[in-house]
Each structure stands twice: as C-alpha cells, then as structure tokens.
C-alpha cells in the first residue's frame, strides 16, 4: 500500500527516473498505473519541485489522447503520480513486431498524437521526449500520449548551459546545439516518427550516440521512399516538412503539423493509403541508448571521423533501450558524453527542398484541413482500429450470465476480461452479468478485451438477524444477502454459546447500502476465574488450571526466584483474572533462588551495613539488644563472603557493653 491508499499489484516498467506500477485506488476502486520517482532522485529537492509541477502541468491537459494524472503524492522518500492506466501495447512494441506499416495505418496513429500535443502547445506546454515509447494504443485501439514528464512551459523555454533532456533519435538540431525546445521540437520529433513508422527504421543510425546527434545536425531526414519504394510524394513532403532542420520552416506547431497531414491525407488514394510496405524490419542494434531519454551534454558531437580522443576511450555500444533516464556527464559515450562542438547552425540557410515542401504544403493548405485539425484538437480524437490488419468477432451475449461463465464464454470466442465493474441493479440477480463494455454484438478485435458490469443487486437490504448463529454460518447469511463481514470483537456471555454471534452493528432488521459491511460481536462464553498457582508444583497448577476449563502450556525457559526449584514461578494471566473456557494460560518454571554473596558489614554503622545489604539483594533485620550504648554493627547472622539465596534475610547485631 501506498500512501494508505493505493494498492500495488504489479510492476510494468522500469526508467531511469521512475518505475511504473499497477495499482488499484482502494478509495474509488479503480485500477490505474502508479509512476514511482526513484528514491535515489526523491532526495533532489529540485528535481522533485520540478516532477510536482510537470504533473500539475498535465493534470490540466484534459484530451481523450493524453494520459490522465489523476493524483501526485509522497510517502516517505517515494514520490509518485498516480496516472490512468492503459491495457495495450506501445507504438514501439508494434514496430518491433511488423516493422513498416502501411500508411493509412501510420496516419491514424499520428493524427491523435498530433491532437494530444496540439492542445498541449495550445496550453502553453511542450512535450520535449515524443518518441514510439510515449505512444500507447490501447486493446480498444485508443492512442494516448504519455509521460509528460519532461514538458515544460513555452513562454519559459530558454537556452541552457550544462545539458538538455531527451532522446537522442529524436531531438531536434536546435536542442542540441543551443538546449531550447519549443513547440517546433515535438513536431521535429513527430517526423522522425512518421520516418520510423513508414520505413520501419530510424533516419539516422550510428554505432554511438554521438553520430546520431551529428546526424541531426548536419544530415537532412531522407525521404521515407528511399528507404520504402513506392510511398507517395505527398508522405516524403510531410516528413520533410516536420523535419526541416532549420526549425524557421517547420510547421510552428502539432496544429499545424496535423492541419498538413490531414492535407496529405486527403490527397492521398486508397491504393496509396493501403500500399503494404516490402517487409522492412527495424534494424538490429537500433534500441540502443539512443532510445533512452537522456541528458545530453551542451557540448556537441563529431562526426565517426573526428580525431583521435573526441570520445572517450571506453565508450561502448547502446545498452539499456527504451529506458527513461537522467545520465551524468562522466557516464559512458553510449549514454552520451561531454562531445566536440561542430560549426553551429543559427544562419544555415534554408535547405532548398525544404523551401519548397513548404511552399507546395502552403499553397495546398485549405480551410477544410484547418478545421478537421481544430477539430481533432478539441477532443474528436481517432483510434487506431487496426494496425495493417486485423481479424474482428462480435461480443457475444453475455447479459443475466453468472461472472464465472461470462468469462468462460469470453475466451471462448478469444476474447479477454478487461476489467469487472459492480453496480446495483433492482432486476438482475447479484453475481449476474448487467451489460458489457463494449454491448451485445458489437464489433470488437479477435484479441480484444470486454469490461464486465457484475450486478450488487438491490440498493438496499436489510440486516439479517443472526443472534445466536455461529460465526462460519453468520458470515454466509451476510453475503447472501449482500452485506460484507466487518470487524469481529469478542465479550463475555453467560447465555450464548461460545464462538456464536451476540449481536451485529447496524442491528438485525436496519436497511443499508448492500455490500456495507456489517460487524459481528461474538461470544467467549461464561467467564472463567483464573487460579493462583505460584508456588505450586508443575503437577499441580496443571490439575488447577484444567479442572476451571483452561489450557496450560509450560514455557521451556526456566527462570531463577525465590520459589524453590522446580515450582511455578509465575504464570501468564494472574489470579482471579477472567479468561474465556478453552483458552491458554503459560506457566514459567523456578530453578531455585540466585546466589549472592553477602558482603562484610560489622564495625559499619547500622544504617550504613542495612543499605550495604539491601543493595547486594538481602533484607535485613537489625538486633539492637541495647540500643542506648552503640550503633556499630558486632555481627552478622551470615559471614561475610558466604553464598546466601537472593532475598532471604540477614540479620545485624550491635555492639554492646
């Protein structure tokens, strides 16, 4: 449990920054993922300042393609958000698994990221991390935007020092090179992706993350059908568009941007849009850390050529992909190093193919393409329905069927459980199937998942009356008639049988919410009166203790006392104290009184020898014969330096005549 409220059930992924969970929210009981800063950066006041306001900052991005936060908390040195959960796959997944997919299939997918991000720069936020790994598509072939968690306020944007967060196969050139991301670094990086998701590969690729970063600096994207033959112009057009170094010429916006591709879209025939791409399959060696959110170092790389000692010398290959991390400097080249600053970019020109992508893209931009944007950014965002292909069934009918055979029938048809919702309902019977999510018939992927709706029945019920029921029983007739078992307490009671139900909280006959829970008194019978046994031999205590109905139990460990050696020394519940029939009472065993040595008291003064023995474990009685003479101790009942048991008592004499 988390903060005392949020169960974790499950761990989904691991980042350098935070681990994300499964979790149920126990107040509200719904299930939602648990993003988990690690404890390692929790002690970075700043860093957690920053984490809180970014989760603020997407709280406020209520769009049907953003992921939800719904809470921001802290227990302790862990730092969470608690985020909408989404059962499916990522964008990555599905590259990994088809390689290039068809462009229709690409489009569907862009245009609701497009959305999501639109109305986040319409905010005023940037995402500045968009890569394959932050799209999700849900099993009902919904398309989310995720981790926010490097957004940033526009208007606070400004060129930085040290390092800039991101990914280093999708940050644009001027994060690079000056450590600014506006709203035209998402849209740089929604063109790489668009690259990716037609040609199934990366732009640029490198042995090191410091090629990659050259790459984007000095190397234009190449057109997807270089690399796929036969892709329309239209999509070259658009990626060149999104990927135009000098971010001066690219679309200033994912509005825009969208507004474009709905343009190309348009233009587009079915042939054109359904052209399955030869079988192109992401490279090998293409999800090394450059797909890792990073920080990468203000100073630049060089080219695969650069001189001797540009690189560290122990720099390694990608290793841990698609991980969101935060690097130090000193870390090695395959997680980005302190690299050579190349020529900078700030007056390169305006490539002449960009120039004219731009131009022909304006001159086709229409109204139409316009609104259909607008539209797509106020909430009417597209699902991806099927990737390339896909095989459809119906959901069968599931209605008045108990949870259990609902589910068998689900799988039967290849279908899964999403999740089981409960509500009350006055005309299905509790534990029967109400409706499903999506209804009777409707069409549904072969792989897909249904949301079961389980009948509470009826509002309200009344309380049964169980006095006098045991308690196994008792706790059947509750939930029988819809009522859940609370808390169980215990008393004394000379008329109801031990172990059976005296009275419930509400009473029998009082109407509740069904599923309230109910709690039980049950009773420990008449009250036994416990023995004194101390003292006694194990024997004997034992016959005591069982004839008044009570256990006993002998502890292993003896212990020393002033009761002679194998007696009773003490036992667990003391005289007269009040136990129910049946219950236990532990006896602990003498092995005789410690040994002290007495210490030497005559010629001390009376007070003086009483304190001197006390404090050595003895009593003490004086024995003045003539008080009136002298005070000085003449003897003592125990010589001095003799073996006496710990308490026993020593007797002083003072000095007369």
């Known amino acids: 449990m988390l903060d005392g409220r949020y169960r974790v059930d499950a761990r989904i992924a691991v980042g350098g920054m935070a681990t994300v969970y499964r979790a149920v929210d126990t107040r509200l009981d719904r299930v939602l993922a648990l993003k988990v800063m690690h404890p390692s950066l929790a002690a970075d006041a700043s860093f957690v300042e920053r984490f809180i306001r970014e989760a ?19 227990q302790d040195q862990y730092v969470y958000l608690a985020m909408e959960y989404i059962a499916g796959c990522t964008l990555r997944d599905v590259l990994r698994e088809r390689g290039a997919l068809q462009p229709r299939a690409a489009l569907d997918i862009l245009e609701p990221v497009l959305a999501a991000l639109g109305a986040a720069h319409r905010a005023g936020f940037v995402h500045r991390d968009m890569k394959p790994e932050n799209v999700l598509i849900g099993d009902d072939g919904r398309v989310k935007v995720a981790d926010f968690g490097l957004v940033r306020a526009v208007d606070s944007v400004t060129s930085t020092t040290g390092s800039v967060l991101g990914t ?42 410091a090629q990659i970063l050259y790459a984007h600096l000095h190397e234009g994207v190449p057109a997807p059908s270089a690399a796929v033959p036969g892709l329309a112009l239209e999509l070259d057009e658009l990626v060149a568009s999104a990927t135009a170094r000098n971010p001066e010429v690219r679309p200033h916006d994912a509005v825009a941007l969208l507004a474009e591709t709905l343009t190309a879209r348009a233009a587009l025939g079915e042939e054109q849009l359904d052209a399955v791409p ?30 001797p000692g540009a690189l560290p010398a122990d720099a390694v290959p990608g290793q841990d992909a698609h991980r969101t991390t935060r690097l130090r400097t000193d870390e090695p080249v395959n997680r980005t190093s302190r690299l050579i600053m190349p020529q900078r970019i700030d007056d390169e020109p305006e490539p002449r193919g960009a120039r004219r992508v731009r ?34 069934t119906r959901v069968p009918a599931l209605i008045g069927q108990t949870e259990d055979a609902a589910k068998k029938k689900l799988s039967g048809a290849g279908l899964d459980v999403k999740k089981v919702d409960r509500q009350f309902s ?13 209804a009777t018939g409707a069409r549904i992927r072969g792989n897909g998942a249904v949301t079961l709706v389980i009948s509470r029945g009826p509002e309200t019920a009344q309380v049964p009356k169980l006095d006098g029921m045991p308690l196994d029983r008792a706790k059947d007739e509750l939930q029988k008639a819809g009522f859940a078992p609370g808390d169980t307490s215990s008393e004394f009671n000379d008329s109801v049988a031990q172990g ?19 709690s039980l008194v049950i009773s420990k019978g008449a009250p036994v009166d416990v023995p004194g046994v101390v003292g006694d031999s194990v024997a004997d205590a034992t016959a005591a203790l069982q004839d008044a109905g009570l256990k006993v139990t002998v502890s292993p460990d003896q212990v020393e006392s002033q ?33 002290v040595t007495v210490p030497k008291v005559t010629g001390e003064k009376s007070g003086d020898a009483q304190k001197d023995l006390e404090k050595a474990g003895f009593k003490v009685k004086v024995d003045r014969s003539f008080p009136f003479l002298s005070d000085e101790v ?5 010589a001095a330096g003799a073996q006496a048991p710990e308490g026993s008592t020593i007797t002083i004499t003072t000095k007369g005549l």
């Open 56 to 74: 603020k900052s997407v709280a406020r991005l209520a769009h049907p393609n953003v992921v939800g936060v719904f809470d921001q908390g802290a």
């Open 168 to 209: 280093v196969s999708y940050l644009a050139p001027e994060q690079i090179e000056h450590g600014t991301a506006d709203t035209r670094a998402d849209v740089y990086a929604c063109g790489v992706v668009l690259y990716e998701m037609l040609t199934g590969a990366k732009p640029h690729v490198g042995d090191t993350p």
């Open 278 to 307: 030869p079988g192109a399959r992401p490279a090998a060696g293409e999800s090394g850390a450059e797909d890792r959110t990073s920080v990468i170092p203000r100073a630049l790389p060089t080219p695969a050529t650069a001189a």
């Open 359 to 392: 131009e022909r893209l304006g001159s086709r931009r229409g109204p139409v393409a316009v609104v259909a944007a607008l539209l797509l950014i106020l909430g009417v965002g597209a699902g991806v329905w099927y990737i390339n292909s896909g095989q459809f």
């Open 426 to 438: 006055d005309t299905v019977e509790r534990g029967q199937v109400v409706s499903t999510d999506p």
């Open 500 to 518: 059976s139900v005296i009275r419930t909280d509400p009473a029998a006959g009082i109407k509740r919410h069904t599923d309230t829970a109910v």
């Open 563 to 595: 009761q002679d050696a194998g007696k009773v020394a003490a036992q667990s519940a003391a005289e007269h104290a009040q136990l129910a029939q049946g219950d236990s009472v532990t006896l602990t065993v003498s092995k005789g009184p410690r040994m």
């Open 634 to 638: 003449s003897g003592q009942s125990v």
